[in-house]
């Protein structure tokens, strides 16, 4: 099946401080998409990259789509203890299949 | 409108039991996927069905079976449950843009 790296697999820091995660694919991706799960909860979308290069914001989180579509990462400003959970990229090869990278948990210490 | 409903929401099965987990959706989507979830993973497609009466293997779909019963109703079946299946089970719809909409998942134990 289609491979996916997800890194890091852990991520603990101190409210107020940054966080990223990064998705690496080992082939060209249509789009990519990203999903938070709270724990305990089930996983929501966050966004959908489409664009090689594209750039789009939500607030304090950024996404980014590589230029060769090859990779993708997630970087939150200021994280807030509201942002706890765990982070998922989920590239797409094939419009019915869908495969998840292992997920970046994150704890936000108050 | 509920969105996309699990049922049941907690289950212990022993070895070699069967059951089947439900899922429903009332948000007119054609596509619906089973996924397993295990501790500290992401989540593994164990079956999708891309329309009403179609079903497709995913990555994991040894010890399932699975029925598009209509538009709403996508289950999923253990005929012979084994531990190696413990898992959180989520269901998800998907839009026309390919977002996908998760139900709030079925913890399954099996001894």
């Known amino acids: 099946g289609q491979q996916v790296m997800q890194i890091p697999q852990y991520q603990h820091v101190q409210e107020g401080e940054d966080f990223t995660t990064y998705c690496n694919s080992s082939?060209?991706?249509?789009?990519i998409q990203w999903y938070k799960q709270r724990p305990g909860g089930h996983p929501v979308f966050l966004i959908q990259?489409?664009?090689?290069?594209e750039v789009k914001k939500q607030k304090r989180l950024t996404f980014q789509f590589g230029e060769a579509k090859k990779n993708s990462s997630l970087h939150i400003t200021a994280t807030q203890t509201t942002d706890v959970g765990t982070y998922f990229c989920?590239?797409?090869?094939?419009?019915?299949?869908?495969?998840f990278g292992s997920g970046t948990k994150l704890n936000v210490k108050p | 409108n509920a969105g996309v409903t699990q049922t049941p929401k907690f289950q212990v099965l022993k070895t070699g039991q069967s059951m089947t987990l439900q899922c429903a959706q009332d948000?007119?989507?054609?596509?619906m996927y089973w996924y397993r979830q295990d501790p500290g993973m992401g989540l593994r497609l164990i079956y999708y069905?891309?329309?009403?009466?179609?079903?497709d293997k995913g990555e994991v779909p040894n010890g399932y079976n699975v029925s598009r019963l209509n538009k709403r109703e996508f289950s999923l079946r253990l005929e012979s449950a084994a531990p190696s299946q413990t898992s959180v089970y989520f269901c998800?719809?998907?839009?026309?843009?390919?977002?996908?909409?998760f139900g709030p998942g079925t913890r399954l134990l099996v001894l």
């Open positions: 998800a719809t998907r839009t026309g843009m390919a977002t996908q909409y």
């Open positions: 082939t060209t991706l249509s789009n």
């Open positions: 990259l489409v664009k090689s290069g």
């Open positions: 989920a590239p797409i090869y094939n419009f019915n299949k869908f495969y």
């Open positions: 948000m007119n989507h054609n596509s």
């Open positions: 069905s891309a329309s009403e009466g179609t079903t």
